[in-house]
């Protein structure tokens, strides 16, 4: 099968990326992360793109795909054209998928969440969770026969494909990935860990996809160079990472910001309306105030020498 035309690996100028899901309006964190990809794509004298990770056919929604735009238009921030969203390249999310079919290291999971839970359950105290904090799958489909599999799709049942993550790591053995400074640009090697997540999911039962397959199969499309994304996501890197390395990706340099937190002290979400830059914005907040309640605190670059352009 021939595989997905990836960008060349030979591509010298910066490519980074802002890549939010239209499933709920955004807040300060994101404000603060597509501002910061800004700055350092000015700063590498790169490109910016947007990418509309739009792959939950049942919460994506048209409208937050407007505010996105709307949003980054308020704050200044500009990006290339066309805006690429991944709920129409679902092909190229099923090639990859392919591809790991045929090195052997996907298996269908037919177990509901109950059933999950109910697994974990019967392991007793003490077993363990992802780094997200969620317990890890009890591998309960991955002794079924190739017989018991074919019996279970022939009576209608739907699977969810996961990462055999130990036959993974045996095929592409220890894996590293690399964090870079923003404003020294140097850069730092890391251990990768894709262990701690077990098996993942890889393609949903709703989808032919997820968020592990797709955003490594777009970093590699759109030759993204420079990943900018917040902290919550640096242990996700690991499994990335192993995906870039079954699928034969180059692998991209990562920085992973700080968070902003809300006056609770807790992650900021979508699904809190007091949390959206919306509410903030008809309550009066500009765009300066907002970037000087960031430099405030300690979570911009020098702004004197990295600064994007309104």
Known sequence: MTPPLYASKDNRQAVLR???SPNGPLHRGHALSVWLNAQVAQRLKGRLLLRIEDIDPVRSRPEHIETIEETLAWLGVAYERPVRRQSHFMAEYVQAFETLTARGVVYPCFCTRTEIEAAIQEKGEGWPSDPDGSPLYPQT???LTSQEVAT????????????????AMALTGPL???SFDPETLATTTHQARPERWGDVVLVRKDTPTSYHLSVVVDDAIQGITHIVRGMDLEAATDIHRLVQALLG???PLYWHHPLINGPDGKKLAKSKASDSLAVEREAGLTRSALLEDFRRAGVLMDAENSQPQA
């Open 176 to 178: 590293t990935w690399t």
């Open 249 to 251: 990706l180059p692998q």
């Open 152 to 167: 279970r799709l022939a009576n209608g049942d739907k699977p969810q494909w996961r990462l055999d993550c130990a036959k």
């Open 141 to 143: 489909c991955r002794a």
């Open 18 to 20: 802002f890549a939010p």
